[in-house]
């Protein structure tokens, strides 16, 4: 909205969107396209009349069963039309008919937050309802990569907390009459996860400074979402094995944690899409498909 609203659209959500007041959600992904998204098929046919009517169904989006509104990015169905068959984006809300959101059940991650699957059963919309500002694929693109940090902004904070739990345990948990803490091995591997939490951290602060100067490149984004997650899986496990049994249970922490890195190791590109896109920028080839 911020990115690719139009004036009259930012200045009747922007406002209640950022205050929390207006749940939203960006439905991209589809239950046949998840890293291939740019094959989605929900379509978007302009009608005689200039109004929008879209049809087709979405997977997985947070936010997507809550009442406030809905990104649908679709693809243009008007033969003859300058945009017909790029990807556009539509302000959808959630009440309009033909809108059915259906939360995901059954989940193992993530469960504080609620993900749906969402049908959109030719939802008739105003003509003023796409997003001005996009024309192609590669809008919802733009979006991701300015998301993408944040997600390594997240895998820091669970792993941070990993590394809490077990340092703490180490001090206290007594076996061979010793404390963990006094051998050898424990204290490796405790250096071993600091190790890694502090790359973390680096990403994240050469991030933060990249995108205060107006200098982050989307391959940077990628690079430190690949990065973090994927440390943040190791921190987790060594974590988790360092309490022992007591790794397992909830009440620790620490398999919550794990089990929520393996979302947002998903989210917003997976770690093989990551490295495509990384390879993609370091190499000039793309190795997609
Ligand atoms: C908790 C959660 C929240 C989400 N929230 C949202 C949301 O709000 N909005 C939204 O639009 N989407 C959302 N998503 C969807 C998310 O972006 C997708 O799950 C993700 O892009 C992967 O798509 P997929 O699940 O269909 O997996 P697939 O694309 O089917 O991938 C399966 C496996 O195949 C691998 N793979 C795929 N293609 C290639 C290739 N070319 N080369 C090598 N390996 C490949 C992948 O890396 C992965 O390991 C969410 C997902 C989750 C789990």
């Known amino acids: 909205l911020a990115l690719f609203g139009s004036d009259e659209q930012q200045r009747q959500w922007l406002r209640p969107i950022a205050r929390g007041e207006v749940p939203a959600a960006f439905a ?19 009608g005689s009349d200039g109004e929008w009517v879209l049809r087709g169904t979405k997977k997985w989006i947070g936010n997507g069963a809550s009442g406030g509104v809905t990104f649908v990015w679709a693809r243009v169905d008007d033969e003859g039309a300058d945009d017909h068959g790029s990807v556009r984006c539509f302000l959808v809300e959630q009440s309009v008919p033909g809108y059915t959101g259906t939360v995901i059940t059954g989940k193992g991650s993530l469960r504080g937050i609620h993900q749906a699957h969402i049908t959109l059963d030719d939802v008739r919309l105003p003509a003023d ?21 944040g997600v390594a902004w997240s895998a820091l ?4 907390a990993c590394y809490e739990a077990a340092l703490q345990y180490a001090t206290q948990r007594t076996q061979f009459g010793k404390p963990l803490a006094r051998f050898q091995m424990v204290q490796e591997r405790l250096a071993q996860m600091l190790e890694e939490l502090t790359g973390m951290q680096l990403y994240c602060r050469h991030l933060a400074d990249l995108e205060a100067s107006g200098g982050l490149r989307p391959t940077q984004a990628s690079l430190a979402k690949y990065h973090n997650t994927r440390a943040a899986r190791r921190i987790a496990a060594t974590a988790r094995d360092l309490l022992g049994g007591n790794g397992i249970l909830l009440e620790n922490g620490v398999i919550q944690h794990m089990a929520d890195i393996e979302a947002i190791h998903t989210y917003e590109g997976t770690e093989s899409v990551q490295a495509l896109l990384i390879g993609r920028d370091i190499t000039g080839v793309s190795a997609f498909a």
């Open 28 to 46: 991209l992904t589809e239950p046949d396209h998840g890293s291939d998204s740019v094959s989605l098929e929900t379509t978007a046919r302009r």
């Open 129 to 149: 309802a796409v997003l001005p500002g996009t024309r192609s694929f590669r809008d919802a693109s733009t979006v991701l990569y300015s998301t993408r940090s």
């Open 157 to 160: 904070g669970h792993a941070t």
